[in-house]
Nanobody, 120 residues
């Protein structure tokens, strides 16, 4: 079982910045890729950014140049969000692929989400 806990969301004015954090805990062999997804109001969940164990990154076109994803160890991930826009508003979810310590199965895990609201 892997628990993902996000923090750092909040209310910010357009042009401002926020830093999201995600910490993975529990029993697992290792954590592979991690990522951030968001769900804008009334819309489906969408990819924001991903990062592999080797620190290769991928970003949605809408956030390139403004957001930076990073990891400081296999269990902790960040999303630095600059130049925020009202359309960045949504619930931001942490995602991580873990390897089960007993079966070595790949498991996709989700956090509970943290709200980000950008006012115009």
């Amino acid at each position: 079982q892997v628990q993902l806990v996000e923090s750092g969301g909040g209310l910010v004015q357009a042009g401002g910045s926020l830093r999201l954090s995600c910490v993975a805990s529990g029993r697992f062999f290792t954590i592979n890729a991690m990522g951030w997804y968001r769900q804008p109001p009334g819309k489906q969940r969408e990819l924001v950014a991903t990062i592999t164990r080797g620190d290769s990154t991928n970003y949605a076109d809408s956030v390139k140049g403004r957001f930076t994803i990073s990891r400081n160890n296999q269990n902790t991930m960040y999303l630095q969000m600059n130049s925020l826009k009202p359309e960045d508003t949504g619930v931001y979810y942490c995602n991580a692929e873990s390897i089960d310590s007993s079966t070595y199965a790949r498991i996709r895990n989700w956090g509970q989400g943290t709200q980000v609201t950008v006012s115009s």
